[in-house]
């Protein structure tokens, strides 16, 4: 245990195998360090899980999914934190959240909160929430019954899918909120007080586990003899990733192109986008590999010759940040293809690194992926480019040490404390 005491972070699942980001970040800081406590929302689902998950030492405790599941261990709670002197003041603040979001997920978060203030061991100082909207508001609840400071990590569907009385609110409280997009920062700064401190810190990559590849020639594959240009995706099968644009798109490519799509990853709506894909005839072009470890995706990316994410602004305002598959891509010199949605733009710069087009547009899509197949000079140029971009500028030791020395000054300011 650190001398500033212990940090319980509450995340909505874990392990999972589509947030490698924060499990890296979780690593770095106890490599730093940090003595962890990580408090989960969910159970898991996913059937592997990556290798940073199995180095991580850090305890896990599962809090109740549905509080009916545990109805005994959120009275035994209820109980033990109705005496803390913070509990009536949690109690208004939960009661007036749930006049204006009348759901039994309101009343979940209350009892995950109730059991992870009961639950929480002396040492522990400090409180993080990753995700600003439902974790966040399980840890504000419990920052308020214990006395203990909290801080949070925003990152994307969080920011864009909670409302901005909801979000003020938390950035009043927090101690401070680091999100990882330009546009995130922007949208909560809008929205913060003067004096909040609100940071914007890009995720970085471990390239300890991305090491660089061997150079990319890239095949010409457009005349039915060669070996077919690569494609892949790696993403979650959600409405924000935009893969029903991207089978379109493959669909308008000209039938003498020769190509092949791989997906990596679960989803929603993989029984969907494989009916479409049989619909629009291109079927035959592609692979679904399900989710994957860390070990198994480097090596799609090693073996592929494009990366193509066609983000988009979801109906209900879902969106990505800035997509770190973007950024282990690009560590391997695949050039993307993608678009101007939020945060890409960020790190892809249209002809430089990549190529962006506009959400939505499923024949602009289809023009740069032509584009792309057939120019593999062109392709190793961009893929080179953004090789050289992210280990000079998103390597993981830089934003988990500014992560690293946020905790410390806020735990040694006399800002965090111990429960009551």
């Known amino acids: 245990m650190t001398d500033i005491g212990r940090i319980a972070v509450v995340l909505k699942g874990y392990p999972r195998l589509s947030e490698t980001f924060i499990a890296q ?38 809090l109740p999914e549905y509080l009916t599941d545990e109805p005994m261990r959120v009275l035994k709670a209820w109980r033990k934190v109705r005496r803390l002197p913070g509990y009536k003041a949690a109690f208004r603040t939960f009661l007036s959240d749930l006049r204006r979001d009348l759901t039994r997920n309101r009343v979940r978060r209350w009892g995950q909160a109730m059991v992870l203030a009961a639950e929480l061991p002396p040492d522990v100082r400090h409180l993080h929430a990753h995700f600003i909207h439902t974790p966040a508001s399980v840890t504000f609840y419990a920052s308020v019954m214990t ?55 890009y995720h970085g990559l471990d390239l300890s586990r991305f090491g660089p590849p ?17 494609l892949v995706t790696v993403c979650r099968a959600v409405e924000k990733k935009g893969l ?38 291109v079927a035959d072009r592609l692979t679904w590999r399900g ?30 940040g800035l997509p770190n598959v973007i950024v282990e891509a690009q560590s391997q010199g695949l050039a993307c293809v993608s678009t101007t949605v939020a945060g890409v733009p960020e790190l892809v710069s249209d002809g430089i690194n990549g190529l962006l087009v506009p959400p939505e547009d499923p024949e602009a899509l289809a023009q740069a992926l032509q584009n792309m197949i057939t120019d593999p000079k062109r392709r190793a140029e961009l893929g080179n480019r953004g090789q050289e971009i992210v280990r000079r500028d998103f390597d993981m030791c830089t934003s988990v040490g500014f992560l690293n020395d946020l905790f410390r000054a806020t735990l040694r300011s006399g800002k965090a404390g111990g429960a009551s």
């Open 147 to 201: 006395g203990l400071a909290w801080t949070c990590s925003a990152h994307a569907k969080d920011i864009w899918t909670s409302t901005s009385e909801d979000l003020a609110g938390k950035l009043s409280s927090a101690q401070w909120v680091v999100t990882c997009t330009k546009a995130g920062f922007d949208r909560l700064k809008s929205l913060a007080r003067p004096q909040a401190q609100v940071h914007l810190s």
């Open 25 to 62: 970040e979780l690593l770095g800081l106890e490599r730093l360090g940090l003595d962890l406590m990580l408090y989960s929302m969910r159970h898991p689902t996913d059937e592997h899980v990556h290798q940073v998950h199995k180095e991580i030492r850090a305890p896990v405790s599962y």
């Open 291 to 320: 989710p994957l470890p860390q070990s198994a995706v480097l090596e799609q990316y090693r073996s592929s010759d494009l990366f193509v994410l066609p983000c988009r602004i979801a109906r209900d305002g879902d969106r990505d």
């Open 244 to 281: 029903d644009l991207l089978i379109d798109a493959l669909a308008l490519l000209p039938e003498d192109l020769n190509w092949h799509w791989t997906h990596i990853g679960a989803g929603e709506l993989v029984t969907r986008l494989k009916e479409r894909a049989e619909e629009r005839g």
């Open 214 to 230: 061997e150079s990319k020639v890239g095949t010409l594959g457009n005349d039915g003899k060669s070996e077919p240009v690569r």
